[in-house]
């Protein structure tokens, strides 16, 4: 070997390792560092001025979150795509986690993203989803935390109501940041022309195709449902909590208040039903089932109408009605409304609407027994302490009088 080579060679390790340390800085800067810089400063611009700390219950369980790996199914990160968008709401703005430390975004998307979990569903159904996922969702496989509960759903122990406070907090920090948060954010953005980055502004935030919603919106739904898909329908989605006869008791039904609808002592209007399917019942554990198409609610409807039978009614003697029509106007408009609709004025202020008393109806037996106990887990109270027998007796037949079976509307 020259001395000329060896010089060379030398040269050459000095240049490898030079560059190798060179490169190996670049790529700190240009990966880490640089990327830090942008969404710090990203963050700092978009995010409101002040953002809540969690409360002591909800810091509780981030970490029960964390140790039990939720994780390790669940993103807390909406990615900016349509499907996601559709799913889960605006796409997770960098300042939203902020607080965050360390994340827990997760990778592997088994179960929905859960970034904005919070208001999607009530807590009852929270702690009975934890307790048996599959009690309420029969093709779950998400596992069951028995471990958090002392042997049943609505015994839940300060872990799992640490959990739920944590997951009712998902979400919130965009959501409490309002309409001001949102223009401060897109004008820090400056992103007008970017039609990805607008996806983030675009629409209400917490759109997942679940959350229950307090409208009337009825969906177009085709005249005749197709009846057995509506019955394997039901069978694999709502039989978990109806029960496989409709009778309201489905493993699910257990720990919910208030408790699902047996709807075989109900006859319902078909609109109602079609509503009902497609709002959900907002501050109840009821879902909302607006990712079906057409034609599989219309087919729900064929098969939620097949359990539920009408019956015959019964003459009823004079006066009987215009005494119910009084205890009615006396004790209940407030609620239900003038005309039974459940619009009364004080509907608003409830979070479980009254029920629209003219699209659906219950039997007289259901509606006497409904007055007397109340329903448990809704502003619906027992009567029994401020209505004579003979009164409720009356007004339980007026109510029913009510019912139109070709009513358009729901609640
Ligand atoms: C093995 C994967 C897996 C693990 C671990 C897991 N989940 Fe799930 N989770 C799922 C799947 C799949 C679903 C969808 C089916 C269902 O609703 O049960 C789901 C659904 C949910 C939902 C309902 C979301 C919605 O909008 O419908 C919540 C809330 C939830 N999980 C919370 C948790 C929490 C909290 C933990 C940890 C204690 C956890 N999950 C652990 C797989 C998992
Ligand atoms: C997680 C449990 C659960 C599942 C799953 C579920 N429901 Fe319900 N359902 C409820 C509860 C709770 C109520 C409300 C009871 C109340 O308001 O008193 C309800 C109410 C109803 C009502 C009455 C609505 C009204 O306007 O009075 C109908 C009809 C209904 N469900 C049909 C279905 C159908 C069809 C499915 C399947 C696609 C389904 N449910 C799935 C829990 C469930
Ligand atoms: C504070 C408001 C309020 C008042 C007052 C009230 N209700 Fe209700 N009622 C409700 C709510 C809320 C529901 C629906 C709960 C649910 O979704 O399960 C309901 C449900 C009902 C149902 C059940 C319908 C069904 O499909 O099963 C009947 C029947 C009923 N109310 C009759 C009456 C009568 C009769 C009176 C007067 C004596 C009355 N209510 C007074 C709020 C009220």
Same mark, same amino acid.
């Given at each position: ?239 978990? +909590? %109806?029960?496989? *006869? &409709?009778? @309201?008791? #489905?493993?699910? =039904?257990?720990? /919910?208040?208030? !408790? $699902? ?73 407030? +609620? %239900?409304?003038? *005309? &039974?609709? @459940?619009? #009364?004025?004080? =509907?608003?202020? /409830?979070?479980? !609407? $009254? ?57």
């Amino acid at each position: 070997m020259s001395v000329g080579t060896g010089r060379v060679l030398r040269m050459a390790y000095l240049v490898a390792s030079v560059a190798g340390v060179g490169f190996f800085a670049l790529s700190v800067v240009l990966l880490g560092y640089w990327p830090k810089q942008v969404l710090d400063a990203q963050t700092r611009a978009m995010g409101p001025e002040f953002v809540l700390e969690l409360t002591p219950s909800a810091t509780r369980g981030r970490a029960v979150y964390a140790r039990e790996g939720c994780a390790y199914c669940h993103t807390q990160q909406i990615r900016y795509l349509a499907s996601d968008h559709a799913r889960f709401g605006a796409p997770t703005l960098a300042w939203e986690t902020r607080r965050d430390y360390p994340h827990l975004w997760g990778t592997r998307r088994i179960g929905p993203d859960l970034s904005r979990a919070a208001g999607t569903r009530p807590d009852d159904w929270q702690l009975a989803h934890l307790f048996a996922p599959r009690a309420l969702v029969a093709q779950s496989v998400m596992p069951a935390y028995t471990s958090l509960f002392d042997g049943a759903p609505d015994r839940p122990r300060q872990e799992a109501r640490d959990l739920v406070a944590y997951l009712n907090t998902l979400g919130r920090a965009r959501e409490l940041a309002g309409a001001e948060g949102e223009s401060r954010a897109q004008q820090a953005c400056n992103c007008a022309d970017d039609e990805m980055a607008q996806m983030a502004f675009h629409g209400s935030l917490n759109t997942h195709p679940a959350q229950a919603r307090r409208t009337r919106e009825a969906p177009m739904l085709p005249d005749a449902g197709d009846l057995p898909r509506g019955q394997r329908l039901y069978a694999a989605r709502c039989a978990s +909590c %109806h029960g496989p *006869r &409709g009778e @309201g008791d #489905g493993p699910g =039904a257990v720990a /919910l208040l208030p !408790a $699902p609808t047996n709807v075989t002592e109900h006859e319902y209007a078909s609109a109602r039903i079609g509503a009902a399917l497609w709002n959900g019942v907002a501050g109840t554990a009821m879902p909302a089932w607006r990712d079906y198409s057409p034609e599989d609610l219309a087919a729900l409807v064929a098969a939620v109408r097949a359990l539920s039978a009408p019956g015959t009614e019964a003459e009823l003697p004079a006066g009987l009605l215009e005494r119910g029509r009084q205890t009615y106007r006396e004790h209940c408009v407030q +609620c %239900h409304g003038e *005309r &039974g609709d @459940g619009a #009364g004025p004080a =509907a608003a202020e /409830l979070t479980i !609407a $009254p029920a629209d008393l003219t699209s659906g109806r219950a039997t007289l037996a259901r509606t006497v027994a409904t007055l007397r106990s109340g329903i448990p887990g809704t502003p619906m109270a027992p009567w029994t302490a401020r209505l004579a027998n003979a009164d409720l007796i009356a007004v339980a037949h007026y109510v029913r009088s009510l019912y139109e079976p070709a009513a358009g509307a729901a609640r």
